[in-house]
């Protein structure tokens, strides 16, 4: 018997002529090989793959085991990474450029301004309201202990009010709120500002484009924008639910709604506000159709915005009103509804604790709002000083 001990491989032995194997006898230790196993064993010996003829021919089994447990884990790791590659590959990704150009001239912004007091006293009296408005200052903060049921208990409901009507017709007059106006050095003509109903009531809108042209600015700095000189007219401020006194101003793109409530800047009577912006223009060229920029499902803002985030989203709680309330509320435009609820009024007393209700339910529009494919944003800086000097 052979005692204990590593084998001689001999690949380089070969069958006698006429077929008859080589009548040597083998040493303790030693192999003969098949032609097939000889070309595998001179592989091993030969082939640049680190590791390989450690594995097959290496002197130690504990050695080959441990070369074949590193082999193992180098091509495991390979096969992962060439995996995750393709993954990655798989999922087109995208990169983001940013680039820096200076422009002669830029598309100045729409300008959105809106009174705090969204309707006068001396129209409210004039129709004995008072009582309404009362009550609606009592219940109409926005808080999360606001109910329905008690809100119906306290406001008047035998009293025919059009809200729609009340804001147009009761709004702050603009030649009584817009004291003077001017853009680049330039009095303002009456066709670049215009009144838009929004949730802050009868706003007006500066640079909007709908007399067919949107204005631009080659310069920087106060004599190359708008200035505004505004008269709040605080004398006919009602109980008003945030006690608040002042104007709003939203700066955002043409074709997007300004959403002085939500974005827009607030000053305080006696002050001076300078408010300088910083445009950024986003394009999407990606082609996994992740972007947006059709209006074909909005129920209300279809033909009104072009698309937004903002637009999309408020046109989703436009649409939570309608089909709880029942109503449209009143800062759609009515042109924009879609027959789906052309058939509804706007909201009236009646509806009106319904409305407020949506404003505090959370989470109440859970649609996708994907981003535009090319839209425009205005980062806003402010800074304020006494007015007027004297």
Same mark, same amino acid.
């Given at each position: 018997?052979?005692?204990?001990?590593?084998?001689?491989?001999?690949?380089?032995?070969?069958?006698?002529?006429?077929?008859? $194997? $080589?009548?040597?006898?083998?040493?303790?230790?030693?192999?003969?090989?098949?032609?097939?196993?000889?070309?595998?064993?001179?592989?091993?010996?030969?082939?640049?793959?680190?590791?390989?003829?450690? !594995?097959?021919?290496? @002197?130690?089994?504990?050695?080959?085991?441990?070369?074949?447990?590193?082999?193992?884990?180098?091509?495991?790791?390979?096969?992962?990474?060439?995996?995750?590659?393709?993954?990655?590959?798989?999922?087109?990704?995208?990169?983001?450029?940013?680039?820096?150009?200076?422009?002669?001239?830029?598309?100045?912004?729409?300008?959105?301004?809106?009174?705090?007091?969204?309707?006068?006293? $001396?129209?409210?009296? *004039?129709?004995?309201?008072?009582?309404?408005?009362?009550?609606?200052?009592?219940?109409?903060?926005? +808080?999360?202990?606001?109910?329905?049921?008690?809100?119906?208990?306290?406001?008047?409901? %035998? !009293?025919?009010?059009?809200?729609?009507?009340?804001?147009?017709?009761?709004?702050?007059?603009?030649? %009584?709120?817009?004291?003077?106006?001017?853009?680049? &050095?330039?009095?303002?003509?009456?066709?670049?500002?215009?009144?838009?109903?929004? *949730?802050?009531?009868?706003?007006?809108?500066?640079?909007?484009?709908? +007399?067919?042209?949107?204005?631009?600015?080659? &310069?920087?700095?106060?004599?190359?924008?708008?200035?505004?000189?505004?008269?709040?007219?605080?004398?006919?401020?009602?109980?008003?639910? &945030?006690?608040?006194?002042?104007?709003?101003?939203?700066?955002? $793109?043409?074709?997007?709604?300004?959403?002085?409530?939500?974005?827009?800047?607030?000053?305080?009577?006696?002050?001076?506000?300078?408010?300088?912006?910083?445009?950024?223009?986003?394009?999407?060229?990606?082609?996994?159709?992740?972007? @947006?920029? =059709?209006?074909?499902?909005? +129920?209300?803002?279809?033909?009104?915005? +072009?698309?937004?985030?903002?637009?999309?989203?408020?046109?989703?709680?436009?649409?939570?009103?309608?089909?709880?309330?029942?109503?449209?509320?009143?800062? !759609?435009?009515?042109?924009?509804?879609?027959?789906?609820?052309?058939?509804?009024?706007?909201?009236?007393?009646?509806?009106?604790?319904?409305?407020?209700?949506?404003?505090?339910?959370?989470?109440?529009?859970? !649609?996708?709002?994907?981003?535009?494919?090319?839209?425009?944003?205005? =980062? =806003?800086?402010?800074?304020?000083?006494?007015?007027?000097?004297?």
């Amino acid at each position: 018997m052979c005692g204990r001990g590593s084998l001689n491989y001999k690949i380089g032995g070969s069958p006698m002529e006429g077929g008859s $194997s $080589s009548g040597r006898e083998l040493s303790c230790g030693e192999r003969v090989f098949s032609k097939d196993d000889r070309k595998f064993l001179k592989y091993v010996e030969s082939t640049t793959t680190h590791g390989v003829s450690h !594995v097959f021919i290496g @002197k130690s089994k504990i050695r080959r085991v441990f070369w074949l447990i590193i082999l193992l884990g180098a091509a495991g790791g390979c096969l992962y990474n060439i995996v995750n590659r393709i993954m990655y590959l798989a999922s087109s990704p995208t990169s983001t450029t940013i680039s820096m150009t200076r422009e002669k001239t830029l598309p100045f912004p729409e300008v959105t301004f809106c009174n705090l007091n969204f309707v006068r006293r $001396s129209y409210v009296e *004039e129709r004995n309201l008072t009582n309404v408005f009362r009550s609606l200052a009592i219940i109409a903060p926005l +808080n999360p202990s606001f109910n329905q049921t008690s809100c119906n208990q306290n406001v008047p409901m %035998d !009293v025919p009010v059009d809200f729609r009507t009340l804001m147009v017709d009761g709004r702050h007059l603009a030649e %009584d709120f817009i004291v003077s106006c001017q853009y680049a &050095g330039r009095q303002c003509t009456d066709d670049q500002i215009h009144p838009e109903i929004t *949730e802050l009531g009868v706003c007006y809108t500066f640079n909007s484009g709908q +007399n067919g042209q949107i204005l631009e600015t080659n &310069g920087t700095g106060v004599r190359h924008g708008l200035q505004l000189l505004l008269n709040i007219q605080q004398d006919e401020y009602i109980s008003s639910p &945030g006690l608040d006194a002042g104007v709003k101003i939203a700066v955002h $793109s043409q074709g997007e709604p300004g959403q002085p409530d939500e974005n827009g800047i607030a000053v305080p009577p006696g002050r001076n506000a300078f408010i300088s912006l910083r445009q950024r223009v986003t394009t999407d060229k990606s082609s996994r159709g992740m972007c @947006k920029d =059709t209006t074909d499902d909005f +129920n209300f803002l279809r033909s009104f915005y +072009n698309y937004s985030v903002s637009a999309c989203l408020a046109d989703c709680f436009l649409t939570s009103i309608a089909e709880r309330c029942r109503c449209i509320e009143t800062s !759609v435009p009515r042109e924009t509804v879609t027959s789906r609820f052309a058939g509804l009024n706007d909201c009236g007393i009646s509806e009106i604790c319904c409305v407020i209700e949506e404003f505090v339910i959370p989470g109440v529009c859970t !649609v996708d709002c994907p981003p535009a494919c090319n839209y425009t944003t205005y =980062t =806003t800086s402010v800074s304020y000083s006494a007015f007027p000097a004297r």
